[in-house]
């Protein structure tokens, strides 16, 4: 655990806010609830309020005050985040008002948090498929120039301590 221990602290130093947006996913709501537990990160939980909260009744879990809970359908920034997205993709055929609809799935909302700077990384995964939430980041958030390739990965730390990376899993079918 010497190795989740230092990137808790890497993290903790960094101070970032963290959009999640599957925020009416118990396991989501349990990760934000440690991450503030432990001040390893400000987590935004993306979701209906009333559904955050319930699943959070559910675990027995109060929330606190201090994670924000963002409903991209009731959402100030809503507006403005369609419409920077219709920017971005109307040379792609996205219309303004396809952007208005699309900006209500919480994988794009999150993704747009980051890139309007309102959020320092988005967390995703829990609750929806690798595709989608890599095709998500890629459509908002884009690819470094000069990569063809996107990838991803996971760690495991089994009861053991031994630390394991999972790289590629769903992305990459042929890795080298």
């Known amino acids: 655990?010497?190795?989740?221990?230092?990137?808790?602290?890497?993290?903790?130093?960094?101070?970032?806010?963290?959009?999640?947006?599957?925020?009416?996913?118990?396991?989501t709501i349990q990760a934000a609830h440690w991450l503030v537990e432990h001040k390893v990160a400000r987590p935004v939980l993306i979701g209906a309020e009333s559904a955050v909260h319930a699943a959070a009744d559910g675990l027995g879990l109060a929330l606190p005050s201090s994670i924000p809970i963002v409903d991209p359908a009731r959402s100030e920034q809503t507006q403005r985040y369609a419409q920077a997205l219709f920017q971005l993709r109307k040379q792609k055929g996205l219309t303004y008002e396809q952007a208005g609809q699309v900006i209500q799935d919480v994988l794009y909302f999150g993704d747009m948090m980051v890139r309007e700077g309102d959020a320092d990384g988005c967390v995703a995964g829990a609750a929806h498929p690798s595709p989608d939430?890599?095709?998500?980041?890629?459509?908002?958030?884009?690819?470094?120039?000069?990569?063809?390739?996107?990838?991803?990965?996971?760690?495991?730390?089994l009861p053991d301590g031994r630390p394991l990376t999972y790289a590629d899993c769903g992305v990459n079918a042929s890795p080298d």
């Open 1 to 27: 655990m010497a190795m989740m221990t230092r990137l808790h602290e890497r993290a903790r130093a960094l101070d970032k806010k963290i959009a999640l947006p599957e925020g009416e996913d118990p396991r």
């Open 133 to 157: 939430v890599i095709k998500a980041a890629i459509r908002v958030l884009g690819v470094a120039t000069g990569s063809a390739l996107v990838s991803s990965f996971f760690l495991m730390v």
